[in-house]
Nanobody, 128 residues
């Protein structure tokens, strides 16, 4: 069974840090692009950061550049999102998703519909 499981969310004060993990089971991430998305109440799901698992090429939206770092561990088949200098506006449910790069068709790294598999999400709350 193909599965993505996120962990690492929680409550943190502004300026604090969290590290999210996205562990894959049932398939290897070597042929996938992995995206981290977030969805705040009443807002659309937005892409935050993405990585090509095979070579580790990272991408970030402007709102998180310099604060978030995406990385992967091939041995653990896991992608991480290190979030530093957190702000209240980072509060959301964070999801990881996997896009099979062997699939045909155009895709966009920050478009949710481009992804094949999703995790269940983990809540991140930034508040004092």
């Amino acid at each position: 069974q193909l599965q993505l499981v996120e962990s690492g969310g929680g409550l943190v004060q502004p300026g604090g840090s969290l590290r999210l993990s996205c562990a894959a089971s049932g398939f290897t991430l070597d042929y996938y692009a992995i995206g981290w998305f977030r969805q705040a109440p009443g807002k659309e799901r937005e892409g935050v950061s993405c990585i090509y698992f095979s070579d580790g090429t990272p991408y970030y939206i402007d709102a998180v550049k310099g604060r978030f770092t995406i990385s992967r561990d091939s041995a653990k088949n896991t992608v991480y999102l290190q979030m530093d200098s957190l702000k209240p506006e980072d509060t959301a449910v964070y999801y990881c998703a996997a896009r099979d790069l062997r699939s045909s068709g155009q895709y966009y790294l920050y478009r949710p519909s481009s992804y094949n598999y999703w995790g269940q999400g983990t809540q991140v709350t930034v508040a004092s």
